[in-house]
C-alpha cells in the first residue's frame, strides 16, 4: 500500500482561511437573515483597472490569432515582464537587477514554499510569531519539524516572538539559524521595518552565513518615506537574500495570480562538499521541472501594471485600501481599542477588548456584529490575545463594520 507523508499529520488544525470559512458558514446557515461583512482574509474587493483589463483582452486576442498565437512560454517568465519589473519597480530605488535573476510565476505564497525545495532539510529555519502561516506550515510538510508542543510550537523550528512589547520587530535568533522569514510589510501586523532594522539583519545574516527569504508582497502600500521598499536597498543584501513579490494586492490579481521572486547571482550556498553554488541557477532548474510558467495574458496584464496610465489606476485603488485602513483604526482608537498597522499596509492588528482570547472574539464579533477577522492565534502563539481586520472590502462595508463595532464595545 502507498505511504503517505506523516508530516502532513503533524498540523494540527486546518489551514487558518478555510476554518475561519467553515465557521462563517455554518453562522450564515443558522442566520440566513444576517448581513455578514468579511475583513478577514485578505482578498481585493475592486475590479482590475481599465488598463490592465484591456491589456489582458489584448492577450487572449492574440491567443486567438495565428501570427500572434503562444504556446509554452518560458518558465521564468517572459524577458519583456522582468526587465518591465526591473525598469519600474526596482531602478527607482537605485537597486539595480538582471534580466535573469528575475522569475515571474503564479504568486508568492507558491514560491515561498516552492523555495523549500533548493534547501537541504537539515537547515535551521527562523520565522516571526505571529506569521504568515504558510512560513510554519511548509516548513512543517516538508520534514523540518518535529512535533507541535501544547502553545503550538513546533519542535526543530526558531520562533522569533513579534509583540506589543518588542514593538513587534523581532530579536536575533540566539542559536544558528540558516533560514530566515521576514515579511515587511507584515502579515498580519501591519508593521514596517526602518532601513536601520533591515541593514541589522543583512548584517546579521552575513556574519552567521544565513540567508533571508524576504516578503515583500505589500511594498506598493508604504507610505511613509524613508521605509524600504525592498530588502535589496540595503547594502550587502544580494549577497544574503531572496525577495518574494505579488501582483495579488499591488494590482488586485488575486483571482488571476501572478507574482516574482529575485534571486541574484551572487547569492550562494554551500553543498555538502562545502562547495559554493549559485541558488539561481538551482531555482531556474527547479522551475524549468516543476512550473510550466505563467500564461501570456496573465504577465501582458502584469506589464500593464507598470505603464504610466495603468499605475496611476493602481495606486488609486490602493489609495482607496488604505483609506479603508484609516476609517478601521481610527474607529476602533475612539472605541478604545488599542489597534497597530493600518498606515503602510492594508492590516489592522487589533488588542483584543476585554481580554478576550482571538477565536473567542472571533465568535462574539460574528454572531454579535455580523463582522468576520481573523484571529491572530491562527498566526502563531503570539498572536493569541490579537486580531486582524483586513482594509480590502467596499467603503461602505467598512464603516459599517466599525459603526457596529463601536456600538458594542464604543467607550464613548
Not at 444576517?34 to 475592486?46: C, E, F, M, W
Not at 516572538?161 to 520587530?169: G, H, K, Y
Request: net charge negative; glycine share 10%; with cysteine.
Amino acid at each position: 500500500m502507498a505511504r503517505l507523508n506523516d508530516n502532513y499529520l503533524k498540523l494540527k488544525a486546518g489551514y487558518l482561511f478555510p476554518e475561519i470559512g467553515k465557521r462563517v458558514r455554518e453562522f450564515t446557515l443558522a442566520n440566513p437573515d444576517a448581513k455578514v461583512i468579511r475583513l478577514g482574509i485578505g482578498d481585493v474587493t475592486q475590479p482590475l483597472v481599465p488598463t490592465i483589463l484591456k491589456a489582458f483582452h489584448e492577450g487572449v486576442d492574440d491567443m486567438g490569432r495565428v501570427e500572434t498565437f503562444h504556446g509554452y512560454g518560458p518558465e521564468q517568465g517572459y524577458d519583456w515582464l522582468a526587465n518591465t519589473v526591473i525598469d519600474k519597480s526596482f531602478e527607482p530605488l537605485g537597486v539595480e537587477l538582471k534580466t535573469s535573476e528575475v522569475f515571474i510565476s503564479d504568486g508568492s505564497k507558491c514560491d515561498t514554499a516552492n523555495i523549500l525545495d533548493i534547501f537541504d532539510i537539515s537547515n535551521k529555519v527562523a520565522i516571526c510569531d505571529p506569521v504568515y502561516p504558510v512560513y510554519n506550515d511548509t516548513n512543517v510538510m516538508v520534514g523540518r519539524s518535529g512535533e507541535a508542543d501544547e502553545h503550538g510550537y513546533y519542535e526543530g523550528l526558531v520562533y522569533m516572538p513579534c509583540t506589543a512589547e518588542n514593538n513587534f520587530s523581532p530579536a536575533y535568533p540566539t542559536e544558528k539559524v540558516d533560514l530566515i522569514y521576514l515579511c515587511y510589510p507584515n502579515n498580519p501586523t501591519g508593521t514596517v521595518a526602518s532601513k536601520e532594522q533591515l541593514a541589522g539583519w543583512v548584517d546579521y545574516a552575513l556574519k552567521n552565513e544565513a540567508i533571508i527569504l524576504f516578503d515583500a508582497a505589500y511594498e506598493a502600500f508604504i507610505t511613509e518615506p524613508g521605509i524600504p521598499h525592498s530588502i535589496y536597498e540595503i547594502e550587502g543584501a544580494k549577497k544574503c537574500a531572496i525577495e518574494f513579490r505579488s501582483f495579488s494586492k499591488t494590482a488586485g490579481f488575486t483571482g488571476v495570480r501572478c507574482g516574482l521572486t529575485v534571486i541574484p547571482e551572487e547569492l550562494t550556498a554551500t553543498d555538502a562538499a562545502g562547495n559554493q553554488v549559485s541558488l539561481n541557477k538551482l531555482w531556474n532548474r527547479r522551475q524549468g521541472t516543476k512550473f510550466n510558467g505563467v500564461s501570456y495574458p496573465v504577465q501582458k496584464a502584469a506589464a500593464a501594471v507598470y505603464s504610466d496610465e495603468g499605475w496611476a489606476q493602481v495606486k488609486e485603488v490602493v489609495a482607496y485600501y488604505l483609506e479603508n485602513a484609516r476609517i478601521i483604526r481610527e474607529n476602533l482608537v475612539a472605541a478604545g481599542i488599542e489597534c497597530y498597522g493600518g498606515v503602510n499596509a492594508p492590516y489592522i492588528w487589533l488588542k483584543t477588548p476585554e481580554g478576550m482570547g482571538s477565536w473567542e472574539f472571533f465568535d462574539k464579533l460574528l454572531n454579535e456584529c455580523h463582522v468576520v477577522g481573523t484571529p491572530g492565534s491562527g498566526f502563531g502563539p503570539s498572536g493569541e490575545g490579537y486580531f486582524r481586520l483586513s482594509a480590502f472590502g467596499s467603503k461602505d462595508n467598512v464603516e459599517e463594520a466599525v459603526r457596529r463595532i463601536r456600538e458594542k464595545w464604543g467607550k464613548e
